[in-house]
């Protein structure tokens, strides 16, 4: 009896500092968003976290305290060579084992249901964003306001319901500080409710391996104030009707539209596809060995069929066909927007 005394006083003290240097070391990044609350505020994502963590630290050391405890209380002296005491069973034990964490699993699951209607809760007036995942970007794009971005633009303590779909494989919006991720599955449409609370960058990042540049499918998420989202809002639909007046400026817009950008850079870092900038008129070294003038032809075949001649380093291509996105009109503002890149 001495012993049990001993040992469930020692778990309660294990439990007790595991908890207390987990919680003190901040294992979460900061919380911005009302779905991922605090942990005094019952239903939101951090407090159920918070009581799993507590589980955790107990069921650590109620298998811990009692084998080290055992090592060294009941370990075998010296010269004893007797066998050990023959035990058959403990009914009371095994219930007690059974009925206790089939408990714990019921009171888990109701919190997670309970968790997850709250946060999945729509507000009447939750702004519509569409967001749209290839590899290796997201694309985003408010209908309200008309125009497309590679930033997310939101504006605080405003509920938006992002909209997501992809155009080739299964990819995962994740925004850690939001605490919720959402799959993006071709052919279908994912919703993605959240309510930033806290101004300031963020960065969404892609959490489902989907191909060779996974790890750089990362976008800007911008929380900001009402009136300084209101004023990005503005710019991007001057900017917008500003480019679509020149074949260029529609190009650069198609490039944004069409997450070009996602492999393509326009100054000249590498990302996963040839870099934009200077390349109209440059030699390339395809793949081949050849080497050829980067023109309108080349242009035009490798947007509509990208394997036919591969550039030199970047090969294979993952990069699709956008033969049935792109129009021909299209792809020549593409190119006059590529010429203007140096
Ligand atoms: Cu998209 Cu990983």
């Known amino acids: 009896m001495r012993h049990y005394?001993?040992?469930?006083?020692?778990?309660?003290?294990?439990?007790?500092?595991?908890?207390?240097?987990?919680?003190?070391?901040?294992?979460?990044?900061?919380?911005?968003?009302?779905?991922?609350?605090?942990?005094n505020d019952v239903g939101s994502i951090d407090w159920l976290w918070n009581w799993e963590l507590?589980?955790?630290c107990f069921l650590f050391s109620l298998i811990a305290v009692p084998m080290f405890y055992s090592f060294v209380v009941f370990r075998r002296r010296k010269g004893d060579t007797s066998d050990g005491e023959h035990?058959?069973?403990?009914?009371?034990?095994?219930?007690?084992?059974?009925?206790?964490?089939?408990?714990?699993?019921?009171?888990?699951?109701?919190?997670?249901?309970?968790?997850?209607?709250?946060?999945?809760?729509?507000?009447?007036?939750?702004?519509?964003?569409?967001?749209?995942?290839?590899?290796?970007?997201?694309?985003?794009?408010?209908?309200?306001?008309g125009f497309f971005s590679n930033e997310l633009h939101l504006p605080v303590d405003q509920q938006v319901v992002l909209k997501m779909t992809s155009t080739d494989v299964i990819h995962s919006f994740w925004?850690?500080?939001?605490?919720?991720?959402?799959?993006v599955v071709p052919g279908r449409i994912t919703e993605y409710i959240v309510t930033p609370t806290l101004i300031g960058?963020?960065?969404?990042?892609?959490?489902?391996?989907?191909?060779?540049?996974?790890?750089?499918?990362?976008?800007?998420?911008?929380?900001e104030s009402r009136a300084n989202f209101d004023i990005w809002v503005a710019e991007q639909v001057a900017i917008a009707a500003a480019a679509a007046q020149t074949p260029e400026g529609q190009g650069q817009l198609l490039a944004v539209k069409n997450g070009c950008s996602g492999c393509h850079s326009v100054d000249g870092t590498r990302l996963t596809g040839p870099t934009w900038f200077g390349?109209?008129?440059?030699?390339?070294?395809?793949?081949?060995?050849?080497?050829?003038?980067v023109d309108d032809a080349f242009i035009i075949e490798s947007i509509l069929d990208p394997k036919a001649k591969e550039v030199a380093g970047f090969s294979p291509t993952s990069m699709p066909t956008y033969a049935t996105v792109l129009t021909e009109e299209e792809i020549a503002n593409i190119i006059a927007y590529i010429k203007t890149l140096r």
């Open 5 to 39: 005394v001993t040992v469930g006083i020692l778990v309660i003290v294990v439990t007790i500092l595991t908890y207390a240097g987990l919680y003190s070391v901040d294992l979460l990044p900061v919380a911005a968003s009302l779905q991922a609350g605090s942990i």
């Open 54 to 56: 507590v589980v955790m």
């Open 87 to 145: 035990m058959e069973g403990n009914t009371n034990l095994e219930i007690a084992w059974t009925v206790l964490p089939l408990i714990l699993v019921f009171a888990f699951a109701y919190m997670g249901a309970y968790s997850l209607g709250d946060i999945r809760r729509m507000d009447l007036d939750a702004m519509s964003i569409k967001v749209r995942a290839q590899q290796f970007t997201w694309t985003f794009e408010y209908p309200e306001y």
């Open 175 to 183: 925004v850690p500080e939001f605490r919720i991720k959402q799959d």
């Open 279 to 293: 390349i109209y008129g440059a030699d390339v070294e395809l793949a081949d060995g050849r080497t050829i003038v």
């Open 201 to 223: 960058p963020y960065e969404v990042r892609c959490a489902e391996l989907c191909g060779t540049s996974h790890y750089n499918m990362e976008n800007a998420v911008i929380v």
